[in-house]
């Protein structure tokens, strides 16, 4: 019998693995879920599947969303997600197309994904060039001024998009900053058609930037790969030229980081 006594008709999820298999369902939804729509292919118990839930939400593992009824990743599940892609054997291989990358552009590369409230640097590979700006890994920016933020923001529902652009502080960081949150979104939706974003000395004076996303299995954004530079070296429009590089270094890193 399950320990919360009810008949268990399922039986195919042993119990040490039923906490990972609601983790998993969880973040291949890659939108807030709730119990009983994860439990439509785990087949557990209505008692245990929402026992399962309320412990890992006690533990940070998933947070409740603002409808009190769906679970999205918890900080815990987020810190995990972000160890597991930094661990040693993925990150030196990592490293390594990063570098390819940047020795071939001369400029500094970087990988980010996204945190609750701001995109984080994972790694970089930085330019030889003496003249470089400085966001070390652990760095945070945000998301609408950057063209890793911009990326994420455009991998997103027309929905999630909105719910975030109404919330997000759209603080002026130079003159080319975007601040109108329409001018926002019709930036955002051009991006999501043409694959790859920019930042034209929105987030920094005298700094540009070209990103492109890196996917998961599903076809959905796992990180950003991004290039950016002093504009006395390159501009935006110098940038673009090495998107096919970007995507080339992207698809590589799924690879590697979906690899078994």
Same mark, same amino acid.
């Given at each position: 019998?399950?320990?919360?006594?009810?008949?268990?008709?399922?039986?195919?999820?042993?119990?040490?693995?039923?906490?990972?298999?609601?983790?998993?369902?969880?973040?291949?939804?890659?939108?807030?879920?709730?119990?009983?729509?994860?439990?439509?292919?785990?087949?557990?118990?209505?008692?245990?599947?929402?026992r399962l839930f309320h412990t890992l939400e006690a533990e940070g593992f998933l947070q409740?969303?603002?409808?009190?009824?769906?679970?999205?990743?918890?900080?815990?599940?987020?810190? $995990?997600? +972000?160890? !597991?892609?930094?661990?040693?054997?993925?990150?030196? %291989?990592?490293?390594?197309? *990063?570098? /390819? =990358?940047?020795?071939?552009?001369?400029?500094?590369?970087?990988?980010?994904?996204?945190?609750?409230?701001?995109?984080?640097?994972?790694?970089?590979?930085?330019?030889?060039?003496?003249?470089?700006?400085? $966001?070390? +890994?652990? !760095?945070?920016?945000?998301?609408?001024?950057?063209? %890793?933020?911009?990326?994420? *923001?455009? /991998? =997103?529902?027309?929905?999630?998009r909105d719910k975030i652009i109404d919330h997000l502080?759209?603080?002026?960081?130079?003159?080319?900053?975007?601040?109108?949150?329409?001018?926002?979104?019709?930036?955002?939706?051009?991006?999501?058609?043409?694959?790859?974003?920019?930042?034209?000395?929105?987030?920094?004076?005298?700094?540009?930037?070209?990103?492109?996303?890196?996917?998961?299995?599903?076809?959905?954004?796992?990180?950003?790969?991004?290039?950016?530079?002093?504009?006395?070296?390159?501009?935006?429009?110098?940038?673009?030229?090495?998107?096919?590089?970007?995507?080339?270094?992207?698809?590589?890193?799924?690879?590697?980081?979906?690899?078994?």
């Amino acid at each position: 019998m399950p320990e919360d006594g009810s008949s268990d008709t399922g039986g195919q999820i042993p119990t040490n693995l039923r906490l990972l298999m609601v983790l998993e369902e969880i973040v291949q939804a890659g939108v807030p879920i709730t119990p009983t729509a994860a439990n439509a292919s785990l087949g557990l118990p209505k008692p245990t599947v929402h026992r399962l839930f309320h412990t890992l939400e006690a533990e940070g593992f998933l947070q409740r969303d603002i409808d009190g009824k769906a679970y999205s990743p918890g900080w815990r599940l987020r810190k $995990l997600s +972000v160890n !597991t892609l930094s661990s040693l054997h993925i990150r030196t %291989a990592r490293l390594a197309i *990063l570098k /390819s =990358l940047a020795d071939k552009i001369g400029e500094t590369c970087n990988l980010a994904t996204p945190d609750r409230e701001a995109m984080l640097y994972l790694d970089r590979v930085e330019t030889k060039w003496p003249l470089r700006i400085q $966001l070390p +890994v652990g !760095t945070t920016v945000p998301f609408y001024c950057t063209a %890793a933020g911009k990326m994420y *923001l455009s /991998s =997103l529902t027309a929905a999630q998009r909105d719910k975030i652009i109404d919330h997000l502080p759209l603080v002026r960081r130079t003159r080319k900053t975007i601040t109108d949150p329409d001018q926002l979104r019709a930036e955002i939706r051009e991006i999501h058609k043409r694959g790859y974003s920019t930042d034209n000395e929105e987030f920094m004076e005298g700094m540009a930037a070209i990103a492109v996303p890196v996917k998961d299995d599903l076809g959905r954004l796992l990180a950003t790969l991004s290039v950016h530079a002093p504009i006395q070296r390159q501009t935006k429009d110098d940038l673009m030229q090495f998107r096919g590089l970007l995507a080339s270094a992207s698809e590589d890193l799924s690879n590697l980081l979906l690899s078994r």
